[in-house]
């Protein structure tokens, strides 16, 4: 048993997440994501998936990230292989 650090729940399969040196303790994927996904700074969803990185901004999707920054994002692709 161990406790959820985002909603307090008591939960028989709680999990550890280990990142960065911090071990952080979550009853649900749900939790985590809410913890410790980055948010796009263009449309300010979550960041589930890989994301885009431009010069230390982070975004959702290519499309984002050339939204959100035209000049530094233009680049950017969703790194996904094809
Ligand atoms: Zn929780
Ligand atoms: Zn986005």
Redo the contacts with the bound molecule.
């Keep these: 048993m161990a406790t959820c650090e985002v909603c307090g729940n008591d939960y028989a399969l709680s999990f550890e997440v280990h990142a960065q040196g911090a071990v952080h303790t979550f009853d649900s994927f749900e939790c985590a994501i809410t913890r410790m996904a980055p948010i796009?700074e263009?449309?300010?969803?979550r960041i589930v998936g890989h994301g885009v990185e431009v010069d230390r901004h982070w975004?959702?999707?290519a499309?984002?990230a050339r939204t959100?920054d035209p000049r530094r994002g233009r680049e950017a692709r969703d790194s996904v292989p094809v």
Excluded: I, P, V
Excluded at 42 to 45: L, P, T
């Design positions: 796009c263009h449309c300010e969803c975004y959702c999707s499309h984002c959100g």
